[in-house]
């Protein structure tokens, strides 16, 4: 069975930092690109950050400048350093990794609040 574990999220005040990261476990197909997602109350999901296995990174306006996306595909393992948090970064954040064969996979969710 698949799973993707995140951990690092928490409360920090505007201004600071965090870093998340996610793990996966147990047997899929190559991963191919990894991402990193958000969810607000009563918001759609947001895609913030991809990674792919070459190595290219993409981000959200909304945090380009701010976030750092890295990871390993081959080790499936992927974070994310937020800096200069503000308290629009407050949500729910989920890593999202995707196999060769186009399966998707998510983790269950971490969550960051960022005070004023």
Known sequence: QVQLVESGGGLVQTGGSLRLSCVASGTFFGVT??????????MQRELIATIRASGSTNYADSVKGRFTISGDTTKKTVDLQMNSLTPE???????????NNSIAYWGQGTQVTVSS
């Open 89 to 99: 970064d407050t949500a729910t954040y989920y890593c999202k990794m995707i196999a």
């Open 33 to 42: 690109t990894m991402q990193w997602t958000r969810q607000a109350p009563g």
